[in-house]
């Protein structure tokens, strides 16, 4: 029951999103960029565990994490409204967003 709760918030916010981006792409930019999910995350999380520690850690990996993806979004726009196509420019931003977190969880692991 709970997987199905999880995933059910999810599409929900990913349908919402959608729908929203019709009428205003800032509202459903807000929407998105509102950690909603992340949050809900950690809520399923702690009320599992009841560890504030693993809350604490899962949540600072998080921003360090999110931190890569940023540049991404600019070039992704960047590409777009210089005419790339959509699904390329997806392919080469998720590709780079892949090679530098990858690389970020090498440097930190040593």
Excluded: R
């Excluded at 995350?41 to 850690?57: G, H, L, P, R, T």
């Excluded at 998080?62 to 540049?71: A, E, N």
Aim: contains cysteine; hydrophobic residues 60%; charged residues 10%.
């Amino acid at each position: 029951m709970l997987y199905l709760v999880k995933t059910f918030i999810a599409v929900a916010i990913i349908l919402i999103a959608s729908e929203l981006s019709k009428k205003s792409t800032t509202l459903a930019a807000m929407l998105l960029a509102m950690p909603i999910v992340l949050f809900v995350s950690f809520a399923f999380i702690y009320q599992q565990k009841k560890d504030s520690a693993q809350i604490a850690a899962l949540t600072f990996e998080t921003v360090i994490y999110i931190l890569p993806v940023l540049p991404f979004l600019f070039l992704l726009s960047l590409l777009l409204k210089n005419g790339f196509n959509f699904y390329l420019s997806l392919f080469l931003v998720s590709i780079g967003i892949c090679i530098v977190t990858y690389l970020l969880n090498l440097y930190l692991s040593n």
